[in-house]
């Protein structure tokens, strides 16, 4: 493409991964291509996932199974519709080699996936930089963030004042960020599974799927990763999991900053994640916010009945759309019980006209889970048919309208 880079990129970075830090990471199958501009002006990173090994590769072969493609997509298409900050599959490009992988059945088809993303720089890069004592590239990727991703105004003028100014206004970005995509996880009732600090961007959007999952219930124990035996990463911990990120990203920053120029983002996190949580819930519902008490109990109310009664909370964000409830539901019985009193009295004042787009009409909600992706990837593992997944794609599309609409 022109103005391509003139060779990929493969970017180094440190990392914790389940709290243990690692300084041995990097991109070890993907690359940064290009970069451009998005409608709004901002950067765009076009990158690609299993396009062959890179210096940080390690052992491993620098390639993606189809399989791990197509869940990609899926994982993006649906997020994407739910409001999630998220990385968006531009394509998936299948490349005839045989793969051996131990949690698939082998040998396994390959592919490429290209991804776009606004960053591909992690909190793993400021700790890398923090960890060498590189003072001079740590401000210089502080000034490179600050430019890029910051509100144009803002990031030139913490620039101009200096080190300590720019890395406490990156930081304070990062903790909106951050804030802001854990409430998106749990509104959406998606689990990331892996929220290492090599794998949370500075932009704050979710990317490097893997063993994700959208919870059956409102379980907060509930995990996406088999390996994650003691449920650090589990539904209900994601956000003290992306709290605890931005601390070692401010860790890493008082390299080039005093910690008393940090503490202020650090200290905001819990308030911001409240306010977006309830901007998420609510926009999950499509009601309009009232006031912040009122809010606050309706979103309490909504938590409450669906971990008392472990309903499905696709059904019940589709049932009760706009605060209007659908009828008949299959899950009268459970919305008539006592577990759902204080929300029948909280989502009174906040009901609006029925909702328009036909989706709502529909007999069942649009959802994600594990078996329906297990039951997409056998057409295509059997007979190489892309049918049920283009169609699948489409709904997910057409739930995504429903809820701009």
Not at 8 to 26: E, I, K, S, V
């Amino acid at each position: 493409m022109p103005g391509s880079l003139e060779a990929p990129l493969a970017l180094r970075y440190h990392g914790h991964q389940f709290r243990t830090y690692n300084p041995d990471l990097g991109d070890g199958r993907g690359f940064l291509f290009a970069q451009c501009r998005d409608a709004r002006g901002r950067l765009m990173d076009l990158g690609t996932k299993g396009s062959g090994t890179t210096p940080w590769s390690r052992a491993g072969d620098g390639r993606l199974t189809l399989k791990g493609a197509v869940r990609e997509i899926l994982a993006t298409e649906m997020l994407e519709a739910l409001g999630v900050d998220t990385s968006r599959t531009l394509s998936v490009i299948e490349t005839g080699e045989a793969l051996q992988r131990g949690d698939e059945p082998s040998p396994t088809r390959s592919a490429v996936l290209v991804r776009l993303n606004h960053s591909h720089v992690r909190y793993g890069s400021f700790q890398r930089l923090a960890y060498l004592q590189d003072e001079a590239g740590m401000a210089r990727l502080v000034g490179y963030a600050c430019e890029h991703f910051l509100p144009a105004g803002a990031g030139r003028d913490a620039v101009a004042e200096g080190d300590n100014a720019a890395a406490a206004a990156l930081l304070d970005h990062a903790v909106t960020g951050a804030s802001r995509l854990a409430a998106q996880f749990m509104a959406a009732g998606f689990v990331h599974g892996v929220l290492n600090t090599d794998n949370i961007n500075i932009t704050g959007e979710s990317f490097d799927y893997g063993p994700w999952r959208f919870a059956p219930a409102w379980i907060p124990d509930f995990t996406a990763a088999y390996f994650d035996h003691g449920g650090l990463y589990s539904f209900g911990r994601q956000p003290e999991a992306l709290q605890w990120n931005a601390y070692q990203l401010a860790a890493a920053l008082r390299l080039v900053a005093p910690l008393d120029s940090l503490k202020p983002a650090l200290e905001a996190f819990e308030g911001r994640y409240q306010g977006a949580l309830l901007t998420a819930i609510l926009g999950r519902l499509g009601v309009a916010p009232r006031d912040p008490e009122s809010d606050t109990a309706l979103v309490r109310s909504i938590e409450t009945a669906l971990v008392d009664t472990r309903m499905s909370p696709d059904r019940f964000w589709f049932d009760w759309r706009c605060g209007v409830r659908r009828a008949p539901s299959p899950a009268d019985s459970i919305y008539a019980s006592d577990a759902f009193a204080a929300f029948t009295a909280a989502i009174a004042p906040y009901a609006t006209a029925a909702p328009g787009h036909g989706y709502w009409s529909d007999p069942a909600p649009c959802t994600m889970l594990i078996d329906e992706v297990e039951a997409l990837w056998a057409p295509i593992a059997e007979a190489d048919d892309w049918a049920p997944l283009m169609a699948k794609i489409a709904a997910v599309r057409r739930l995504g309208e429903a809820m701009r609409e």
